[in-house]
Every structure is written in structure tokens, then in C-alpha cells.
């Protein structure tokens, strides 16, 4: 394989700007009153560069939303994949998470809903997928680890994950005096479902 070169690295790093600049946005503005010249200024880039990078205001978010989402998932990945145990996998995952979902204002899922009314592909079932199959590794480490439960299938796993992940965002997080041991204490009670 060849190495970049320093034109494709400046590329790829510019790039990666314009999409945290546009991730940024989406936290703070209206889908509406977000604009390509904002977007570059933002991330310190001309427009012409954002119009050769990305043909569309609506690609570039999506686009954005999409890496953001893979930058996720690759470190759910690491994390799956490295020596802790399962228990501490699965920590590690729900307080990643969760720092994510903090990061994420209303805004942003109003905008990603808007987004998604505008582009129905945008959340695509391989994008759907690739969670559940990082939950598929993780309860294999589980079962692995003899701290799942054999007679629970892994359609039962999944839907219990996705209920406990709807029901992560619903919780008014300002409103907890202790985050850490809320988080710890939820994940105690979810490994404790598993066994």
C-alpha cells in the first residue's frame, strides 16, 4: 500500500475540518440558517474549496453526520477488540457513548431528522447495521466470558440494547447530581439483565 502524499494529507485534514465545522453547526443552528459561507468560515476554508470537496450543502452535512457516525464505530471496534474484559468493555462503550450523546444538543437531532425527511438514504440499513453488529461483538465477548446468558438469543440482546439506547436519551442528564455513578450504576443493572 503507498503512503499519502502530502497533498492527499492536506486534503483528508482539510476535509476533516469542514466536517467538524459543519457537526458544530448542526449543534448550534437551525438546518435552515446553516450556509456554506458560515461552514467556511467555521473551518477556516474558502467556499470554492467546500464546493470542490463536497457538490451540496446537503452532502456536506450528510457527509459529515455519516463520518462522524464510521469515527464511532471504529472506536466501539478498538474498544471490543482490546484485552478488557466484557464488563469493562461494555463501560467503556456506554460512557463513550454517553459522552457522545452529551456533545449532541436537541438541535442536532432535529436537524439529523431533518436531514433524514430530506435524504431518506441517509440513514441507510448498513448504517443501521453496523451498530448492531458492534452489539453482535460485544455480546460474543460476553458469551465468550460465560456472562451472557446461552438461553438469550441475540435478536433478545439486540432489542434489549435498543431499548436501554432509546431510554439513554431520554434522561434529563442535567438533572443528575453524580453522572459517573448514575452511569455505573445503570450499567451494573444492564450487565446484571445479560446473566
Not at 477556516?44 to 464505530?73: C, E, M, P, Q, W
Request: no cysteine; net charge negative.
Amino acid at each position: 500500500m503507498s503512503e499519502k502524499n502530502g497533498f492527499e494529507l492536506r486534503k483528508e485534514k482539510k476535509m476533516q475540518d469542514i466536517e467538524l465545522a459543519a457537526v458544530h453547526l448542526l449543534n448550534t443552528k437551525s438546518l435552515s440558517d446553516i450556509t456554506m459561507n458560515e461552514i467556511a468560515k467555521t473551518a477556516g476554508a474558502g467556499k470554492v474549496t467546500l464546493f470542490n470537496y463536497y457538490d451540496s450543502k446537503d452532502n456536506l452535512l450528510s457527509t459529515s453526520i455519516r463520518n462522524a457516525f464510521a469515527d464511532v464505530h471504529e472506536h466501539y471496534q478498538e474498544i471490543i477488540h482490546s484485552p478488557i474484559s466484557f464488563e469493562e468493555t461494555y463501560k467503556d462503550i456506554t460512557n463513550f457513548k454517553m459522552s457522545k450523546l452529551n456533545q449532541m444538543t436537541p438541535l442536532f437531532f432535529k436537524n439529523m431528522v431533518e436531514i433524514y425527511k430530506n435524504d431518506p438514504s441517509f440513514l441507510n440499513p448498513q448504517t443501521l447495521l453496523k451498530m448492531d453488529e458492534i452489539y453482535l461483538s460485544l455480546f460474543a465477548k460476553g458469551r465468550r466470558e460465560g456472562k451472557i446468558n446461552p438461553a438469550y438469543s441475540d435478536q433478545l440482546l439486540l432489542s434489549l440494547m435498543h431499548i436501554y439506547t432509546e431510554g439513554l436519551r431520554a434522561v434529563n442528564w442535567e438533572e443528575i447530581e453524580d453522572v459517573e455513578r448514575f452511569s455505573n450504576q445503570l450499567t451494573q443493572i444492564f450487565m446484571n439483565s445479560m446473566r
